[in-house]
């Protein structure tokens, strides 16, 4: 009988309580920028544009409240992942470092997703409304970073909380 040693990795080390306080943090930050995307962002991005990710057409706001609420504890599931693969991964535990990483997290969520993958995806559908790619203007990438910062934070703090 022979013995087979399987290398693990840190990903493989996530535990359920950090899942579900990825997607916990995941969907109380989408409802906070869910708010600040119906009530300061000028464009109808929950009604419109989210919606038509999937073809539905808007204006949707259920079914675009629906979509960002889930995206957002994916993303949020994604994190754990992530940090838990990571250099990153003992920063993430501390919640000091987790407010740092929150920021991080929702910086990049901005630049991946509103900058480069949302203009592709909805030009790809044909949808008129569509952002130009690259997706970079003022003010709103900037509004995008906030929000996407107000949406990463808790997921970033959840995370620490459930390691403690």
């Known amino acids: ?8 990795s840190a990903v493989s080390s996530v535990t359920s309580k950090q ?9 109380v930050g989408s409802i906070l920028f869910g708010l600040i995307m119906m009530y300061v ?12 990710m999937y073809g ?11 979509i960002h609420q889930f ?16 250099a990153v991964r ?11 990483l929150g920021v991080a997290y929702g910086v990049l969520a901005t630049l991946v997703l ?3 993958v949302m203009p592709i995806w909805l030009g790809a559908l044909g949808f008129a409304g569509a952002p130009p790619f690259p997706n970079l203007s003022f003010p709103g990438t900037l509004v995008s970073t906030v929000g996407h910062i107000v949406y990463a934070v808790p997921v970033a703090v959840g995370y620490a909380l459930s390691v403690r």
């Open 1 to 8: 009988m022979s013995t087979i040693t399987r290398p693990t």
């Open 19 to 27: 899942v579900a306080a990825g997607a916990a943090g995941g969907f």
């Open 41 to 52: 962002i000028p464009a109808p991005i929950l009604e419109m544009a989210i919606p038509a």
């Open 56 to 66: 539905i057409e808007g204006p949707a706001l259920l079914a675009g409240w629906a």
């Open 71 to 86: 995206h957002g504890v994916v993303l949020g599931i994604a994190y754990v992942g992530l940090v838990q693969s990571s």
């Open 90 to 100: 003992e920063t993430a535990r501390d919640l000091r470092g987790s407010l740092v």
């Open 114 to 116: 509103a900058v480069l």
